[in-house]
């Protein structure tokens, strides 16, 4: 078994600066998939209870 060389400062930043840039936009894209997802109308979600109810409810859907 072979021992690694040891990484030269230079790449090491370059590697550092690769994983932040990484670690940045992984950030961004779950902030806006949060915020798109929360900002979507929930149409197929159904009302709690309404299939079973016996009479309809007296506040009528939004």
Known sequence: MTACAPLSPARM??????????SVLA?????LALVVGASLPEPWWPRT????AAEPSATPYP
Do not use: D, E, N
């Open 13 to 22: 930043r370059r590697v550092a600066v690769a994983a932040s840039a990484l």
């Open 27 to 31: 950030v961004a894209a779950t902030v």
């Open 49 to 52: 209870g309404a299939a079973f």
